[in-house]
């Protein structure tokens, strides 16, 4: 959890808190030269709020370029980057990276998100920033040492969790979309409430994210998935109606539709539940994705039977095969991490419907194979994902998952499933009937595989080679003469 630390909020001087050498060293060449320099935006906001950061942005009136170069010369060891183009530079102490700039002013024009950049005030650098909290500054200049500038009351807003913009939100959000998004992540990491001018600034402009590079916003999707509680997120994008730009499928899964009095849940207020049952769990980002889009197929399987009621048949892998596609178009990573949570969707109903029924061996063998390493992420969603309001059936299913836990150890201690590879291989079998590749010798592989899972012989070579032969008979084949 968050908190504020034991600072008297009106005596507005953090200089105890700028603890790191870094900070002094700036403050003395800063003193010499006659410049002034301040240390800005999230350092400070964080530093405020008790949150560990390591990134340390410092804004000077004057070159941002010299003044890196400067301080890095009186730290040895420490590595100097020169962004000319920007006219930012960065030092690295250790492992804290500082960034210099030096105050500028920025001007958008509307048909363009560049901004125009000239050099500036403090003023102008404040103006420029995105929210009231990210725009505080400590001075960095010895007479003052520390002392807040805070020209938005930011102070305020931090100490009341609020997420405000310094000026016109249309303005601030239609100049830089990114910002809508940025604002929704703060809201959900910090657990701040975005004020009402400002939500309805974001509400007006959502069209306007089209703009932003899909990768930038992905790095904030990412921050909003690893937050405490990430469903916040989601239900402000929602409700200021930017979702369906970002992930249509998801809004697609808003709402509750009835057919003669029999409704369904609403699958998108379950999923966010889901969501944050995982994230209470689990800090695995992919096991959080995971929860997100395991129902991702619901829309497109939904059915009402006169008989059975609403019924979302086989949307485990209609959701799956979903996610490649989804991937692709948020420019999350097409890698492992796909693959990962592919086979979470595809297998979430597996130990559900394990639960209901006569548990039995060959059924945990054959959860235990395809599941492999990921048998426990998945028993974690599957938990997750009972969000009865019905405390008995919660607790019925909790009870049948702890029995298919057990079972999967027993079975899993016995014969060794998890990363099973059938002892006969392809190759093998190839060469001991005289084979080439074909369609009878992934039969015979098959065949073993089952009989594995199956119980009807155990994981072992020479049981598995017995039985080989005794199939390959009863297919007329016959061992080579090798
Ligand atoms: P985090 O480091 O958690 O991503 P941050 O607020 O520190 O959050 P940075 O990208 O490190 O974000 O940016 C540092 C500061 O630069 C911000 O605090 C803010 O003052 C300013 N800033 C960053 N992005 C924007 C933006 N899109 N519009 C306006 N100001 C911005
Ligand atoms: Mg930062």
């Not at 804004?59 to 730290?75: D, K, N, P, W």
């Not at 639960?355 to 990921?374: H, I, K, N, Y």
């Amino acid at each position: 959890m968050l908190y504020m630390p034991d600072i008297e909020m009106n005596k507005k001087t953090f200089g105890e808190y700028l603890r790191h050498p870094v900070f002094r060293v700036i403050s003395e060449i800063v003193d010499e030269r006659g410049q002034q320099a301040f240390v800005i935006g999230g350092f400070v906001r964080d530093l405020l709020l008790g949150r560990p950061s390591k990134d340390i942005d410092v804004v000077v009136v004057g070159s941002g370029i010299e003044l890196a170069e400067a301080v890095s010369s009186r730290f040895r060891g420490s590595k100097l980057s020169v962004f000319k183009s920007f006219g930012t530079a960065m030092v690295k102490i250790r492992d804290v990276e500082v960034e210099f700039v030096g105050a500028r002013r920025e001007s958008y024009r509307r048909e363009s998100r560049k901004p125009i950049v000239e050099d500036g005030s403090l003023e102008d650098d404040q103006n420029r920033r995105d929210f009231t909290i990210n725009a505080l500054a400590l001075s960095l200049s010895a007479q003052n040492y520390g002392a807040l500038v805070d020209p938005f009351n930011g102070l305020d807003d931090l100490h009341n969790g609020i997420i405000r913009t310094p000026l016109e939100p249309e303005i601030t959000f239609s100049d830089d979309p990114l910002r809508m998004m940025r604002a929704i992540r703060f809201a959900t990491q910090l657990n701040f409430t975005i004020e009402q001018k400002t939500f309805d600034g974001i509400a007006a402009t959502v069209e306007r994210i089209k703009i932003i590079s899909q990768e930038r916003i992905c790095d904030e999707l990412n921050k909003i998935m690893m937050s405490a509680e990430p469903s916040l997120g989601f239900k402000i994008m929602d409700k200021a109606g930017l979702l369906p730009f970002i992930l249509p499928e998801l809004s697609a899964m808003k709402g509750v539709e009835r057919v003669g009095g029999r409704g369904h849940k609403d699958n998108f207020y379950h999923t966010m539940q889901v969501l944050d049952a995982v994230a209470q769990t689990s800090d695995n980002l992919w096991l959080r994705w995971a929860a997100l889009f395991h129902d991702i197929g619901k829309p497109r399987t939904k059915r009402f039977d006169e008989k059975t009621g609403w019924t979302f048949y086989n949307h485990n892998f209609v959701g799956a095969k979903m996610l490649p596609d989804i991937f692709k178009r948020l420019k999350l990573p097409l890698n492992e991490n796909l693959k990962y949570v592919v086979k979470l969707v595809g297998l979430h109903m597996r130990p559900i419907v394990l639960s209901e029924d006569v548990v039995t061996d060959s059924a945990v063998r054959r959860l235990l194979f395809e599941a492999g390493d990921d048998i426990e992420d998945l028993m974690l969603l599957c938990e997750a994902d009972i969000t009865s309001r019905n405390e008995e059936k919660v607790q019925r299913y909790l009870r049948n998952f702890k029995i298919v836990r057990r079972k999967l150890k027993e079975i899993e201690e016995k014969d060794h499933i998890r990363n099973f590879q059938p002892p006969v291989t392809g190759e093998m079998i190839m060469q001991v009937f005289d084979l080439q590749p074909s369609p009878v010798v992934g039969q015979l592989k098959n065949a073993i595989k089952d009989a594995i899972l199956d119980g009807v012989i155990h994981n072992d070579y020479d049981e598995a080679y017995a039985f080989m032969l005794q199939r390959a008979a009863e297919l007329g084949l016959k061992p080579g003469n090798k």
